[in-house]
T-cell receptor, first 111, second 112 residues
Framework: DSGVTQTPKHLITATGQRVTLRCSPRSGDLSVYWYQQSLDQGLQFLIQYYNGEERAKGNILERFSAQQFPDLHSELNLSSLELGDSALYFC??????????FGQGTRLTVV | KNQVEQSPQSLIILEGKNCTLQCNYTVSPFSNLRWYKQDTGRGPVSLTIMTFSENTKSNGRYTATLDADTKQSSLHITASQLSDSASYICVVRPIYGNKLVFGAGTILRVKS
């Protein structure tokens, strides 16, 4: 158990819908990262937050947004979903310069 | 542009055999380089970490090497087991910026 909790584990939704993925980082970790992993693909960096503020942005679509709350949990919002958004979404947390610990992921299926 | 390239893309070996996975990176300067193991459908888990001044690091049957001059790292797995079947990902943390740079991974399958 990495200490990073992601909910839900599985999500099935229709095209055009909006979903929210949740991540609770390890205790004490201020950084939260979101990654997308499509079938048989590598991890694609989406966005990073540090202590509530956006710190780095990757290949995140405009239909996607995220935030980190004062209690340090983070949410990734995906809207106007398309079939191609089906993927595993991972959250990771770390202390500065430290190891990134990954959650077990949320498997999103868009039908 | 900071990049990490891994080879081979996939590999099949017999149980008990050794194998070596490669990672070439352009990230410079970098703080550390990690190898992660990702079981199918699960989050990656760190195997080894090396700073730019380290040449080798072991974790059981896993040994990582780093050549900062040629910007290459390798992960050697000895006496492979069926449970080693996974994706192995090389990840570099730049000194500047906050974005970890991930390789695409090598998919290893160990068969009996």
């Amino acid at each position: 158990d990495s200490g990073v909790t992601q909910t839900p584990k599985h999500l099935i939704t229709a095209t055009g819908q909006r979903v929210t993925l949740r991540c609770s980082p390890r205790s004490g970790d201020l950084s939260v990262y979101w990654y997308q992993q499509s079938l048989d693909q590598g991890l694609q960096f989406l966005i990073q937050y540090y202590n509530g503020e956006e710190r780095a942005k990757g290949n995140i679509l405009e239909r996607f947004s995220a935030q980190q709350f004062p209690d340090l949990h983070s949410e990734l919002n995906l809207s106007s979903l398309e079939l191609g958004d089906s993927a595993l979404y991972f959250c990771a947390s770390s202390v500065p310069e430290g190891e990134a610990f990954f959650g077990q992921g949320t498997r999103l299926t868009v039908v | 542009k900071n990049q990490v390239e891994q080879s081979p893309q996939s590999l099949i070996i017999l149980e008990g055999k050794n194998c070596t996975l490669q990672c070439n990176y352009t990230v410079s300067p970098f703080s550390n380089l990690r190898w992660y193991k990702q079981d199918t459908g699960r989050g990656p888990v760190s195997l080894t970490i090396m700073t730019f001044s380290e040449n080798t690091k072991s974790n059981g049957r896993y040994t990582a090497t780093l050549d900062a001059d040629t910007k290459q790292s390798s992960l050697h797995i000895t006496a492979s087991q069926l449970s080693d079947s996974a994706s192995y990902i090389c990840v570099v943390r730049p000194i500047y910026g906050n974005k970890l740079v991930f390789g695409a991974g090598t998919i290893l399958r160990v068969k009996s």
